[in-house]
C-alpha cells in the first residue's frame, strides 16, 4: 500500500485536463505511443467532439521513481456543472489532485469549486499551470492567482504543457513525493466507494470502486449497502488501458467489478460495496441524484413511440441519472417526460437518441420542479405546465433557488450584475480574487438559468465569465402558467410556468418569436399567448400568397434545387398540431428571447 497513490485532476473546461492525462500515459508507459488515441480518456464519440468529458474514468500507470515501482491510479473526473456530483464522488476516491490552472486563462469558477471538494475532502494538493507554452501564457499572474488561493509557496507550482510535453516527469515525481499513501486496515470489514459505473453491452455494467478498508476476493458475495442488493463478484481487477483480472483486491486499491448487473440503476455512484458476511459501514457522503430539470421528449412520427420507448430503456442502461416516465400530450401525442441533472444533460440525451439510436425527437420547453401548494393544504410536484392545478386550487408556489458563482473579469461586472438581476437574481457576494479577477456569488432561481442564461453570460462577458451553482431549496415565487394558442388552439408542448411580473414580456416575446419559426402556410395562423382566460399578446403568420417555387421559376435550377432541399430537411423535425406544421425550434423558442 505504501506505493500507491490515488489522484484525480481538477480543471476547468477546456484547461487541458485530458491532453495532460494523455502525456502522463504515455510518459509511464501504459500505453505505447502507437496505440495513442489523441484524447484516450474521452472514450464516447461525442465527448470527444465536445471536448468534454462526460463520464468519470479510472486508469492506473506504474511508474518507476528514485529505485521504486509505484502505482498511479488516476481517477478522472467531469469537468462540467450538471456532473457535479460525480466529481464530488471522483474526488473522494483520492489522496490527492493535480489543480490545473490554464496559464492563459486564469481561474475559473469551476476550477475554484472542484477545489473546494477536493481540500473539503483533504486531498493534498499539486497545482500546475498548464499550457506555458503559449505566447500569450501569463505565468507569474496566474501563479500569484494560485498562490493567493491556495496558500502555497511559489516553488510548489510546476510549469507544464500537455501539449509540448513539459513538465510531465515533474508531475509524475511531485505525485510520488507529495501525495500520501493510502491509509486503511486490510484486514478490517470490507468498505469500497463506487465512483463510477460503465455499461458494456456484452459483461454488463462494470463499477469503478475505491477500497478504503478490507479485502474483496474474486467470488465473495458483496452487497451494495445503500442499494441494499446484493450480488456475486464474478470478476475483480485493476484498470489498465485493458481490465485487467485479479484474484485478491486490497485497502488502497481502486478497481473495477463486474457481477452481471444488467441495469445502471441499480448501481448508484457514491453507494459503499461491502462483504454480506461481516458488513461494514457505508461510507460518508452517499446521495441520490435527482433531475434539476425536465423536458418532454416525443418521436416526430407518432408511429415510432415504441421504438423510441426501445432507446431509452437502453440508454438508461448506461445512464443511470436519466429519468422518464411516459407522458401524454394534446398536441404531440405519446411521448416520455424526462429528467436530466442539467440543461448539458438534456442535449447529450437528445443527441444520443438521435446519434446512436437513429430517432429523430421533439424536445419541449424545459422545466425546473415546482412545490405547488393547493388550497387543501396539499403539496404538488410539478415540473410540466400541463400538471399546474387550476389557479383557484392553488395557494401558493415555491421554486428551486440556486447558489450561483460566477467568476469574471473585473471590466464585467457590471454587465453580469445587470444580466443577474434580470434573471431574479440576488448578489451576495463579491470578492476580487485579484485586481483583475471578480467572483460574484448571487442566490437565483434555478428556472433562469435552465432558459438562456448562460449564452447570455458567456456573450456579455465575451467569453470569459464562468458559472458554477448549487441547488439551496426552495422558495415562494408568484408563478404562473403561460398556455400559446394557435389558431385558437392550445398547444400544451409551447405553455411555460413563469414569474407573474415577467408573464407580458415573456408572452409578447415568445408569440414574435414564433411568428418568426412557423413557416408560413396556406391559411394565416393567430398566435395568441394567454394567462388563464386572459390574452395577453397576439401575432398573426401571414398566408402564403404564392408558391415558394415560384421565385425560382426560370431561374437557376440548382437554387431551387437547394431550396427544396432545405425544405426537406426542415420537415424532419416538424410536427403537425392541429392543422398547423410546427418546427422544432418552436418548441425550444422560449429559450431563445432576447
Ligand atoms: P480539458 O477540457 O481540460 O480536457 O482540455 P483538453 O485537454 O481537451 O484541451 C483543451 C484545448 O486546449 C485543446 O484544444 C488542446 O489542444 C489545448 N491544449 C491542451 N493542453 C495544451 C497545452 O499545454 N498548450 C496548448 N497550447 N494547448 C493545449
Ligand atoms: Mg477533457
Known amino acids: 500500500m505504501k506505493n500507491i497513490r490515488n489522484f484525480c485532476i481538477i480543471a476547468h473546461i477546456d484547461h487541458g485536463k485530458s491532453t495532460l492525462a494523455d502525456r502522463l500515459l504515455e510518459f509511464t508507459r501504459t500505453v505505447a505511443e502507437r496505440e495513442m488515441q489523441h484524447q484516450l480518456l474521452d472514450n464516447m464519440d461525442l465527448e470527444r467532439e465536445r471536448g468534454i468529458t462526460i463520464k468519470s474514468h479510472a486508469i492506473q500507470m506504474n511508474y518507476f521513481y528514485k529505485g521504486e515501482e509505484y502505482v498511479l491510479n488516476l481517477i478522472d473526473t467531469p469537468g462540467h456543472v450538471d456532473f457535479s456530483y460525480e466529481v464530488s464522488r471522483s474526488i473522494a476516491a483520492c489522496e490527492g489532485a493535480l489543480l490545473i490552472v490554464d496559464s492563459s486563462q486564469g481561474i475559473e469558477a469551476q476550477t475554484i469549486s472542484n477545489l473546494y471538494l477536493a481540500i473539503g475532502n483533504d486531498l493534498e494538493i499539486i497545482p500546475v499551470l498548464n499550457k506555458i507554452d503559449l505566447p500569450h501564457a501569463m505565468p507569474e499572474e496566474v501563479s500569484d492567482q494560485v498562490i493567493e488561493l491556495i496558500g502555497c509557496d511559489k516553488d510548489d507550482i510546476i510549469h507544464a504543457s500537455g501539449k509540448a510535453g513539459i513538465g510531465i516527469e515533474e508531475i509524475l515525481n511531485a505525485i510520488c513525493d507529495r501525495i500520501p499513501a493510502p491509509k486503511g486496515d486490510p484486514e478490517a470489514p470490507l468498505q469500497a466507494l463506487i465512483f463510477d459505473s460503465v455499461f458494456n453491452s456484452y459483461r454488463g455494467i462494470e463499477v469503478y470502486f475505491r477500497i478504503f478498508n478490507g479485502t474483496l476476493k474474486k467470488g465473495e458475495k458483496v452487497k451494495f449497502i445503500n442499494s441494499g442488493k446484493t450480488y456475486e463478484a464474478d470478476e475483480i481487477g485493476v484498470l489498465k488501458l485493458n481490465q485487467e483480472s485479479r484474484p485478491v483486491m486490497g485497502a488502497g486499491n481502486v478497481g473495477y467489478l463486474i457481477s452481471g448487473i444488467k441495469n445502471a440503476k441499480e448501481v448508484k455512484v457514491g453507494d459503499t460495496i461491502t462483504h454480506v458476511e461481516r458488513p461494514g459501514e457505508s461510507i460518508q457522503g452517499f446521495e441520490d441524484v435527482k433531475p434539476m430539470v425536465f423536458a418532454g421528449i416525443y418521436p416526430v412520427e407518432t408511429t415510432e413511440y415504441e421504438e423510441l420507448r426501445g432507446a431509452m430503456e437502453k440508454l438508461q442502461l448506461n445512464d443511470a441519472s436519466l429519468v422518464w416516465e411516459p407522458e401524454t400530450s394534446a398536441a404531440l401525442g405519446f411521448g416520455f417526460r424526462c429528467g436530466f441533472l442539467g440543461m448539458l444533460h438534456m442535449e447529450i440525451v437528445q443527441e444520443r437518441l438521435e446519434r446512436e ?78 485586481s483583475d479577477r471578480v467572483e460574484l456569488t448571487f442566490e437565483m432561481p434555478l428556472a433562469e438559468i435552465v432558459f438562456d442564461f448562460f449564452d447570455k453570460l458567456k456573450t456579455i462577458s465575451r467569453g470569459y465569465a464562468s458559472l458554477d451553482y448549487e441547488l439551496i431549496g426552495f422558495r415562494q415565487s408568484n408563478m404562473v402558467k403561460l398556455d400559446v394558442m394557435l389558431n385558437g388552439e392550445a398547444v400544451d408542448a409551447l405553455s411555460a410556468i413563469v414569474h407573474r411580473d415577467k408573464a407580458y414580456d415573456w408572452g409578447k416575446r415568445l408569440c414574435e418569436k414564433l411568428r418568426e419559426l412557423l413557416p408560413r402556410q396556406m391559411f394565416e395562423i393567430a398566435i395568441q399567448a394567454a394567462i388563464g382566460q386572459k390574452i395577453i399578446a397576439r401575432e398573426t403568420v401571414k398566408a402564403l400568397r404564392k408558391n415558394v417555387l415560384a421565385k425560382c421559376y426560370g431561374g437557376d435550377i440548382s437554387r431551387k434545387r437547394k431550396l427544396l432541399e432545405k425544405q426537406k430537411k426542415g420537415k424532419k423535425r416538424m410536427r403537425q398540431v392541429g392543422n398547423v406544421e410546427i418546427p422544432q425550434e418552436a418548441f425550444l423558442a422560449v429559450l431563445k428571447l432576447d
Open 357 to 434: 439510436f437513429d430517432m429523430t425527437v421533439i424536445t419541449t420547453v424545459p422545466s425546473v420542479q415546482f412545490h405547488v401548494f393547493t388550497t387543501k393544504n396539499q403539496m404538488i410536484k410539478v415540473s410540466a405546465p400541463s400538471e399546474m392545478p387550476e389557479p383557484n386550487y392553488i395557494d401558493h408556489i415555491e421554486e428551486p433557488f440556486i447558489k450561483a458563482q460566477i467568476i469574471s473579469k473585473s471590466e464585467f461586472v457590471g454587465p453580469i450584475i445587470t444580466l443577474c438581476m434580470d434573471k431574479r437574481g440576488i448578489l451576495k457576494n463579491q470578492t476580487y480574487l485579484t
